[in-house]
């Protein structure tokens, strides 16, 4: 009676300590396999950032100074030693390499990322990536570290980041050693200052600044799309985005003529109110996007420029039509607003940190802000502990009736 009582208790702690570990493993697609810990695993080569169609490599070392812009892919390239004798190939060029190579091998399912972001804000995501053939920079087949930066930073300011990264293995004192990447996350900034003397190109978005020992009038120009001129200060700062994207939800809602301009972004909020020009070949209706709805704006034709104008400090998205719209029946759509701290910064609350600590933010090929799948883990400790329960129950019932 007492081996099967204990027998009972025994089975009962190895399913409720089998389920947790099996509910450990995060989200990610990972190899069911078990691989061994490669020999002297590690990291290797040159690290990669891929902005939109640019590749920028920094040779890897054990503290890196790299800084990252909004949209960024940062690829951190994982290597291992061969045995002796061993050689294996590599890249679409198929060289064999020998020594400290980089590793091309399996993902093993207790493999885990470790990515300890103390500005807690960039990083939105980590993942195991194996490079194909049309990745441009990276060694085809080889295993790296991707780690995504945020999309959009509301800000101004400059922000100064420090993460540590490494890879463990779950169960086991494997660990690769770590490196320290450091540097500056911020929006793209303008080649020049802005000019007082000179029209200021407008080509892509970036954050226009102006001296601090300068001030005047300055006119920015668009594409020759668009022209805003104001007066600037020392040290202003503004981003300035521009397209001319057609917006079908709103162009769907009339049958007449509508042409859009389109400053995006929520930053390019000027100290003094200035001219918006559009030139344009007659008299037109302007109206400004607001939260999806048209708004009615106080533009007027300057028949002396050809072009409607508009006084303003804060550059939105317009639409012109050579027609009056009906924008009686037109609703606002409901937004989360954000607010804007004195430097730019939103002052909502900050994104849960990622990797702060190996225990409580854990990589494994795709941690981020992911939760965990419903493995069913909780029911099936709930069941388990019930039968266990039940049993001890009946063993006693049993030796009671024996007696």
Do not use: C
């Amino acid at each position: 009676m007492k081996k099967w009582i204990a027998f009972s208790m025994a089975s009962a702690m190895l399913l409720t300590m089998s389920t947790a570990a099996f509910a450990d493993i995060a989200t990610g697609v990972v190899s069911e396999e078990k691989q061994g810990w490669p020999n002297e695993f590690g990291f290797g080569g040159q690290i990669k950032v891929m902005r939109e169609e640019e590749v920028l490599s920094y040779d890897l070392e054990e503290n890196n100074k790299i800084d990252l812009q909004p949209g960024d892919d940062l690829y951190i390239p994982l290597y291992y030693t061969t045995a002796e004798g061993e050689s294996v190939t590599i890249g679409a060029s198929k060289e064999e390499m020998t020594g400290h190579v980089p590793y091309t091998g399996s993902i093993d399912k207790n493999w885990k990322i470790n990515f300890i972001d103390k500005s807690k804000t960039i990083i939105e995501s980590t993942d195991f990536y194996r490079a194909e053939s049309k990745d441009s920079g990276l060694v085809k087949g080889a295993l790296y570290i991707k780690a995504q930066t945020a999309d959009s930073y509301n800000s101004l300011t400059d922000l100064e980041f420090n993460f540590g990264v490494y890879v463990s293995e779950r169960y086991s004192q494997n660990k690769t050693e770590q490196i320290q990447i450091e540097g500056v996350f911020a929006n793209p900034k303008a080649d020049n200052l802005v000019d007082f003397d000179w029209e200021n190109n407008v080509y892509e978005k970036a954050v226009w600044e102006v001296a601090e020992d300068q001030d005047g009038t300055a006119t920015f120009n668009f594409n020759d799309d668009a022209y805003f001129t104001v007066r600037m200060f020392g040290g202003d700062k503004v981003m300035l985005d521009f397209d001319r994207t057609y917006d079908k939800a709103i162009a769907d809602r009339y049958i007449e003529d509508l042409y859009f301009y389109n400053f995006r972004g929520e930053l390019d909020e000027f100290s003094a109110t200035g001219t918006l020009t559009i030139p344009v070949e007659q008299e037109m209706f302007m109206y400004q996007i607001v939260n999806g709805a048209l708004k009615a704006t106080d533009a007027v034709y300057s028949e002396e420029n050809e072009a409607m104008e508009l006084k303003t400090r804060t550059l939105g998205n317009y639409v012109l039509t050579p027609t009056k719209l009906d924008i009686s029946a037109e609703v606002e759509t409901e937004t989360p607003s954000t607010d804007v701290d004195n430097n730019g910064g939103s002052t909502s609350q900050p994104a849960p940190g990622y990797g702060e600590n190996s225990e409580t933010n854990d990589y494994l090929s795709g941690g981020s802000d992911k939760v965990n799948p419903e493995t069913g883990a909780d029911d099936l400790v709930g069941l388990m502990a019930s039968l266990a329960v039940l049993s001890l129950v009946g063993g006693v019932a049993l030796s009671r009736k024996r007696k």
